[in-house]
């Protein structure tokens, strides 16, 4: 089975919208940790947005935050207020703890998105 | 501080030819990352390591080799280039952490192009 999920290959957003990516995920570790990564084409790998499986609060950081619901195992990822450097590719990945292994993360296929003036 | 540094940039080999990346990072980190990426997929890990001298085989290793013989150094080995390993390889270096993120840093890849 997959272990992380995205099932947009890929996205519009008018620009200054807010755009939700989705990522689920599949684990039977009770503690694990959710990233996003973003991907310019020019291609370097970029840290956004950590999530782990205990906070209590879902995490936020400028214009990103993460929709965390637990139970149905998803971690959409929500951009605010979308801007022409935002057009990307953004990867939702996931780490599980050191009882499974936690030294392995596992990425989605990813999702392009697109901003359009 | 350079953070994760990756060499070549771009590279051909022809079927059957053999070479290394090489992946330094100046983070102090233990845990070190090769990960393969092919044409408008995801990241695959082919292996990791946890600590000098410690290796261990991700999701795709068939065809490669690791070695990390120092903190800062993890090359990747390609014997006898295939066209399937015609991708862009990432490394990547995280801190050892229970706690927080421990997110990767992540070089600026090599594209590699196997004919």
């Known amino acids: 089975a997959q272990k992380i999920t995205q099932t947009q290959p890929g996205m519009f957003v008018q620009e200054k919208e807010a755009v939700t990516l989705d990522c689920t995920y599949d684990t039977s570790d009770p503690s694990y940790g959710l990233f996003w990564y973003k991907q310019p084409s020019s291609g370097e790998m970029i840290f956004l947005i950590y999530?782990?499986?205990?906070?209590?609060q879902n995490a936020t950081e400028g214009r990103y935050s993460l929709n965390f619901q637990k139970a149905r195992k998803s971690a959409n990822l929500v951009i605010s207020a979308s801007q022409l450097g935002d057009s990307a590719m953004y990867f939702c990945a996931m780490r599980e703890s050191a009882l499974y292994n936690f030294n392995k993360f596992y990425f989605g296929s990813g999702t392009k998105l697109n901003v359009k003036p | 501080n350079a953070g994760v540094t990756q060499t070549p940039k771009f590279r051909i080999l022809k079927i059957g030819q053999s070479m290394t990346l090489q992946c330094t990072q100046d983070m102090n980190h233990n845990y070190m990352y090769w990960y393969r990426q092919d044409p408008g997929m995801g990241l695959k890990l082919i292996y990791y390591s946890v600590g000098a001298g410690i290796t261990d085989k991700g999701e795709v290793p068939n065809g490669y080799n690791v070695s990390r013989s120092t903190t800062e150094d993890f090359p990747l080995r390609l014997e006898l280039a295939a066209p399937s390993q015609t991708s862009v390889y990432f490394c990547?270096?995280?801190?050892?952490?229970?706690?927080?993120?421990?997110?990767?840093?992540f070089g600026p890849g090599t594209r590699l192009t196997v004919l």
């Open positions: 990547a270096s995280r801190a050892q952490t229970l706690a927080g993120s421990g997110e990767q840093f």
């Open positions: 999530q782990g499986s205990y906070d209590q």
